[in-house]
């Protein structure tokens, strides 16, 4: 039985070779733009979906609040494919706060 944690972990593996293929890919598509770009553009996409998330969060629209909060988490591993960082750097980061 796969759970809730389980689905997340393999979403999240699955955009990063998404991000991956569409960085090698050259066919235009949105992610290939966005990597193609400086990292401050990234940061400023990511910046912007977590001032979404805040805005759905004062509003107390949870629904919103998980679409935005999706669109951070895939902008943030864009950003991450742009500093070459790993799902499991920031895994162990917080793993390491965990004692």
């Given at each position: 039985?796969?759970?809730?944690?389980?689905?997340?972990?393999?979403?999240?593996?699955?955009?990063?070779?998404?991000?991956?293929?569409?960085?090698?890919?050259?066919?235009?598509s949105?992610?290939s733009?966005?990597?193609?770009?400086?990292?401050?553009?990234?940061?400023?996409k990511?910046?912007?979906?977590?001032?979404?998330?805040?805005?759905?969060?004062?509003?107390?629209?949870?629904?919103?609040?998980?679409?935005?909060?999706?669109d951070?988490?895939?902008?943030?591993?864009?950003?991450?494919?742009?500093?070459?960082?790993?799902?499991?750097?920031?895994?162990?980061?917080?793993?390491?706060?965990?004692?």
């Amino acid at each position: 039985m796969i759970r809730n944690e389980d689905k997340l972990s393999e979403v999240l593996s699955y955009l990063e070779k998404v991000i991956e293929d569409r960085k090698k890919s050259k066919n235009k598509s949105y992610t290939s733009d966005l990597l193609s770009q400086g990292i401050d553009r990234v940061s400023q996409k990511v910046g912007e979906e977590a001032i979404e998330v805040v805005i759905a969060s004062n509003n107390k629209k949870k629904k919103q609040v998980i679409y935005e909060s999706a669109d951070l988490v895939f902008h943030l591993l864009v950003l991450w494919k742009k500093l070459n960082i790993k799902k499991n750097d920031i895994a162990k980061e917080l793993l390491r706060r965990k004692k």
